[in-house]
């Protein structure tokens, strides 16, 4: 499977603990997205990055929250000190480069569950 | 006021219907727009563009109207298979680069 791919798909926690969740994204890709969609909404963008570099941060993405891309491959979302209001899915989303809109391929997301 | 707005319905029509979704925007910056599919608990996935000229992929038509900012969905034929949540996007090109915004979502409910 080429797609994006998204590692855990289910996480349960206890509030205050910390996570990570994994993003591989299409290997030809160098354009990465993370969003977050709770339930009845759409998903809500947190962050872009192109190759390594992280260049668009949404003001949701509170000081808990740390992406890192470090080799412009895969990426990770570390959340520090979980409340229940970030349970939700946790969506990965890839696109290649080049002008004007592009399509965004999306991962399975990893739903989260803070306890 | 959200970025992008929808009717989240769910709207339940009989198989073989013509279903419209409609869709507004308030950034006039925005500059592409999309509807992406989502069935329930999956990823969204990309449905189709909309352009101004309007655009037609099969049993799906799309609309554009930048001087009203909306944006429309056609679904004729409907088939049991199209009950899904159907996403309004807008494509914003920022200073750092590519931003989809995603309205709350409309859902379709086909039904026999």
């Known amino acids: 499977d080429t797609g994006v791919s998204q590692d855990p798909r289910h996480k349960i926690t206890k509030r205050g603990q910390n996570v990570t969740f994994r993003c591989d994204p299409i290997?030809?890709?160098?354009?990465l997205y993370w969003y977050r969609q709770t339930l009845g909404q759409g998903p809500e963008f947190l962050t872009y990055f192109q190759n390594e570099a992280q260049l668009e941060k949404s003001r949701l993405l509170s000081d808990r929250f740390s992406a890192e891309r470090p080799k412009g491959s895969f990426s990770t979302l570390e959340i520090q000190r979980t409340e229940q209001g970030d349970s939700a899915m946790y969506l990965c989303?890839?696109?290649?480069?080049?002008?004007?809109?592009?399509?965004?391929?999306f991962g399975p997301g990893t739903r989260l569950t803070v306890l | 006021r959200k970025e992008v707005e929808q009717d989240p319905g769910p709207f339940n029509v009989p198989e073989g219907a013509t279903v419209a979704f409609n869709c507004t925007y308030s950034?006039?910056?925005?500059?592409?727009f999309f509807w992406y599919r989502q069935d329930c608990r999956k990823e969204p996935k990309l449905l189709m563009s909309v352009y101004s000229s309007g655009n037609e992929d099969g049993r799906f038509t799309a609309q554009l109207n930048r001087a009203s900012q909306y944006i429309s969905l056609l679904i004729r034929d409907s088939k049991l298979s199209d009950s899904a949540t159907y996403l309004c996007?807008?494509?914003?090109?920022?200073?750092?680069?590519?931003?989809?915004?995603f309205g709350t979502g409309t859902q379709l409910k086909v039904e026999l």
């Open positions: 996007v807008a494509f914003i090109l920022t200073g750092g680069g590519n931003k989809l915004t």
């Open positions: 290997s030809e890709h160098n354009r």
């Open positions: 989303a890839s696109s290649p480069t080049g002008q004007g809109p592009d399509t965004q391929y």
């Open positions: 950034n006039s910056a925005s500059q592409s």
